[in-house]
């Protein structure tokens, strides 16, 4: 009865440390990124992220906090809304493209999640600028 109470005790904090984790991870979605790198597969498995050649100064997305999108790589879409893992960006006519996106070491990788889709590997590399 012992083990019992101690493996549903254990079973509570992670999931009450697992929210608390998608929480932060939603928080740090907020504010201004840098476009730095892109991953185009050819089809074989053997893509790789490679530095971009910026258009402008920089090419950025910025998630405000109220739910707004300005962006000059996704410059259709003018709001955002975030689910688990998936941020989807809403043009004005309320179309929308959902992202599948994760964080690691500071650095945000955002890829196609439908309706449209790569029909080989891509995704898109981010750095945090400013606050």
Same mark, same amino acid.
């Given at each position: ?21 998608? /929480?932060?991870?939603? +928080? ?20 790789? +992220? ?23 790589? +996704?410059? /259709? ?37 439908g309706p449209l889709y790569c029909i080989e590997g891509c995704a898109q590399r981010f750095v945090?600028?400013?606050?």
């Open positions: 009865m012992k083990a019992l109470f101690h493996v549903v005790l254990i079973a509570i904090v992670l999931a009450a440390t697992a929210c608390h984790k998608d /929480d932060a991870t939603v +928080f740090n979605l907020n504010g201004k990124w840098k476009l730095t790198e892109a991953l185009n597969d050819p089809g074989d498995g053997s893509g790789k +992220f490679r530095p971009v050649v910026q258009k402008t100064e920089y090419d950025f997305v910025q998630f405000n906090t109220n739910g707004t999108l300005n962006s000059s790589i +996704f410059s /259709d879409y003018v709001r955002y809304s975030v689910k688990d893992s998936t941020v989807t960006l809403y043009k004005s006519d309320n179309s929308l493209q959902h992202y599948s996106y994760k964080f690691h070491d500071g650095v945000l990788d955002m890829s196609p999640a945090k600028i400013g606050n």
